[in-house]
C-alpha cells in the first residue's frame, strides 16, 4: 500500500511515446493527430457499473501493480496517460456500464512486465495507433469525456474517419492534483 501511495505521490511519471503529426483548430477547439506507439500494457475491464463508479474500482487496482503489488514486487513508477476504453451508448451522450482502463508499462519493464498478482489485471501486447484528440482540464467525469468526444467528432466533421463504437478518455494527473489537470478524448483514426 505505502508503494502504490508513494508512487502515486513522488514517482517518475513516463509519457507514452508519441508524435504529433498535425494541429488545427475549428470552431474554438484545438484539436491534435497523433501517433503512438504500441507495446505492453496492464489492463483492467469493469462492466456492470457506471463509468464512474466503474474507474473507482479498476483504478486502485491498476496503482497497486505500478506501486509493487506484481509477482516482483517491484514499484516500476507510472506512466500516462492513463487510458479508459469508452463505449458510448447510441444517444452519444453518455457511456455504457462498461469500460477497460489501460496503462502503458514503463520502458525500462517492457521486455518483461512484472506479472500483477491480481488475476483481473492482464498484460496486453497491443499495436500502435493514430489518434484525433482534444485536450481539457478539471476533474473530468463520464459527461465531460462524453461532451468533449461530440464537441471533436463535430469539429473533425463528415470527411475524416475514425471508430464510432469506442473512443478513448486520458488522465494525466494523481488524483490529488487540485489545479493545472489535463485530461483529453482520443478518437482513433481507422486506417
Keep these: 500500500m505505502f508503494g502504490m501511495i508513494k ?79 469508452a463505449f458510448p451508448n447510441e444517444d452519444n451522450k453518455s457511456l455504457q456500464n462498461k469500460v477497460k482502463v489501460l496503462l502503458w508499462i514503463p520502458s525500462k519493464y517492457q521486455a518483461e512486465p512484472p506479472k500483477p498478482t491480481d488475476e483481473s489485471i492482464s498484460i496486453e501486447e497491443r499495436e500502435g495507433v493514430t489518434v484525433y484528440t482534444t485536450q481539457f482540464g478539471g476533474f473530468a467525469k463520464e459527461s465531460d469525456y462524453a461532451m468533449h468526444a461530440a464537441k471533436l467528432q463535430e469539429a473533425l466533421g463528415e470527411g475524416v474517419s475514425y471508430h464510432k463504437d469506442f473512443y478513448f478518455c486520458n488522465g494525466y494527473d494523481p488524483p490529488m492534483k487540485p489545479y493545472g489537470r489535463r485530461n483529453e478524448v482520443w478518437l482513433v483514426k481507422k486506417e
Excluded at 457499473?49 to 505500478?66: I, N, S
Aim: charged share 30%; with cysteine; proline share 4%.
Design 7 to 85: 508512487n502515486s505521490l513522488f514517482g517518475e511519471y513516463e509519457n507514452r511515446p508519441c508524435q504529433i503529426l498535425n494541429s488545427e483548430s475549428k470552431d474554438e477547439l484545438n484539436f491534435e493527430e497523433r501517433s503512438y506507439e504500441g507495446g505492453k500494457f496492464a489492463t483492467t475491464e469493469v462492466t456492470g457499473k457506471q463509468f464512474d463508479d466503474a474507474l473507482k474500482e479498476a483504478m486502485p487496482k491498476m496503482m497497486k501493480y505500478m506501486g509493487g503489488m506484481n509477482d516482483k514486487g517491484i514499484g516500476m513508477g507510472m506512466s500516462v496517460p492513463v487510458s479508459i476504453t
